[in-house]
């Protein structure tokens, strides 16, 4: 409700619109394409990524589907549905998880592979994914 403020001499509880809105951060796919050209460093990557949706293929049990004909067993994550769906197919199942719940949720040994049919395929070995959890726990805890 708004009611005249007397001490302001304006309405209370409305305030001017910003003369220019925030600016919105980079999407996920922008993120990998900064990253992979060397315009974005690690660490504003890994603040992105975090709190990105994930777009994960399922199967009929729970948990990530997992590659294991590369040399290390990698997890194909994807930025966006409309990713996902080029390299599984339009009907294909899928899951939704933070990045961050992905670095807390893929097994030890593993890596992931984001977007892998895409302009800008990123392959993410399980050394770097011990680094990034690494970072997350040093961001979170200090």
Known sequence: MYGYDQNQGQYAGYQEPPAYPEPSPPSLAEAVRGF?????SSEDFQQIFATSKIYCPRGDNPGFL??????????PL????????SYAGKES??????GAEVIDLLPTGYGFVLDIEGEHRMVVDAK?????????MRRMYG
Request: proline share 3%.
């Open 128 to 136: 770097a994914v011990e680094e990034m959890v690494d970072f997350a």
């Open 36 to 40: 992979t050209t060397g315009a974005m």
């Open 66 to 75: 997992a590659l294991h004909n590369t040399q290390q067993p990698v997890i």
């Open 93 to 98: 199942k899928y899951f939704t998880v933070t």
């Open 78 to 85: 994807f930025s966006s549905l409309k990713e996902l769906r």
